[in-house]
């Protein structure tokens, strides 16, 4: 089915693990985006990617690094995890401009 | 001030009746207003889009936008219980063409049968 995978739905780390949050997207969109949502705060973006080869912080890039692997995939990674990064990420997929996005299911994420 | 304003709600309707979601916005150069309904436990999904002022009718769904008043609403006719979610605004970053959107915090619809 077309749309956009996220992979995995769950995760438990220790705090200082790292992990990489994996989005592809099979709808042959240009940007690719990694909000995370949290109780109370909304959807905050973490970093975007506008088109293969480019990255960009969002709101919110402390403590994560992404990296735009090519046109249909785009991975989050958390390099040394901390409590304060749980939460659900959603990783979104849309046309340059000014068009909404697709989202994937989400990945849970808590660290303990 | 927060770049998209909404009120969290919730907000409780009986079936049947129209369900009214407001939101605010404060780039004056945004371009493109969305409206997403999430169920708990499930990922946002994309129900009305507009970019001009006016209303823009879908179904049961009408979104009305008014660029002078920095002001997007949302309203839905014969609220059923299925309709129950969360409603969450999102504005357009109006100074690119990156296609970054701005969340509000999201109002939470509640249809009493």
């Known amino acids: 089915n077309a749309g956009v995978t996220q992979t995995p739905k769950f995760q438990v780390l220790k705090t200082g693990q790292s992990m990489t949050l994996q989005c592809a997207q099979d709808m042959n969109h240009n940007s690719m985006y990694w909000y995370r949502q949290d109780p109370g705060m909304g959807l905050r973006l973490i970093y975007y990617?506008?088109?293969?080869?480019?990255?960009d912080k969002g709101e919110v890039p402390n403590g994560y690094n992404v990296s735009r692997l090519n046109k249909r995939e785009f991975s989050l990674r958390l390099e040394s995890a901390a409590p304060s990064q749980t939460s659900v990420y959603f990783c979104?997929?849309?046309?340059?401009?000014?068009?909404?996005?697709?989202f994937g299911s989400g990945t849970r994420l808590t660290v303990v | 001030q927060k770049e998209v304003e909404q009120n969290s709600g919730p907000l409780s309707v009986p079936e049947g009746a129209i369900a009214s979601l407001n939101c605010t916005y404060s780039?004056?150069?945004?371009?493109?207003f969305f409206w997403y309904r999430q169920y708990s436990g499930k990922s946002p999904e994309l129900i009305m889009s507009i970019y001009s002022n006016g209303d823009k009718e879908d179904g049961r769904f009408t979104a009305q936008l008014n660029k002078a008043s920095q002001y997007v609403s949302l309203l839905i006719r014969d609220s059923q219980p299925s309709d129950s979610a969360t409603y969450l605004c999102?504005?357009?970053?109006?100074?690119?063409?990156?296609?970054?959107?701005?969340f509000g915090q999201g109002t939470t619809l509640q249809v009493k049968p």
């Open positions: 979104a997929s849309g046309r340059t401009g000014l068009y909404g996005y697709t």
């Open positions: 990617s506008a088109s293969e080869g480019t990255t």
């Open positions: 780039d004056r150069g945004s371009q493109s």
């Open positions: 999102a504005v357009n970053s109006g100074s690119s063409n990156t296609g970054k959107l701005i």
